[in-house]
């Protein structure tokens, strides 16, 4: 593999999008022209986005450029877990039972539910009272 290969993927969580660009390097993570641990505040965030390089003992290996949008902070980290995972997996193949064994080739279907009308939100209803 030479410094001219990139993986290119994409990963998703609820709202969130994130587009990956794996290149060999020495474990950095750019998060939207900015480091990761600058942009991910809560620490369990930056665990959740380092844990398929961890699991697979690339994370020094490997230079990570994501570019984020949409959805909230936790979801953001959970779609770049799942990109950086897909990425892994198209830059070397013999690790798709390790990242399947962790389920982190997994698209987490969970959305939000959306308001009924009628109600207060999703399913909360309003107070009944008697009198």
């Known amino acids: 593999m030479d410094n ?3 993986f290119v993927t994409v990963g998703r969580r609820k709202e969130s999008i994130a587009r990956v660009v794996l290149t060999p390097g020495k474990g950095t993570v750019t998060v939207n022209g900015v480091d990761m641990d ?3 505040v809560r620490e369990t965030d930056r665990i959740m986005v380092r844990q398929p ?3 697979t003992n690339t994370a020094t290996k490997y230079d990570v450029n994501a ?3 949409g959805g909230g902070i936790t979801g953001q ?3 770049l877990r799942h990109a950086v995972a897909r990425a892994l997996l198209s830059a070397e193949p013999e690790l798709k039972d390790l990242l399947r064994k962790n389920d982190f080739l ?3 279907p969970r959305m939000r539910e959306r308001k009924k009308s009628g109600l207060k939100g999703a399913r909360k ?3 009944w009272t008697k009198r």
């Open 38 to 40: 600058v942009y991910f």
């Open 53 to 55: 390089m961890r699991v």
């Open 67 to 69: 570019n984020l949008n």
């Open 106 to 108: 997994t698209r987490d």
């Open 77 to 79: 980290a959970g779609a």
């Open 125 to 127: 209803r309003f107070q």
């Open 4 to 6: 001219l290969t990139k």
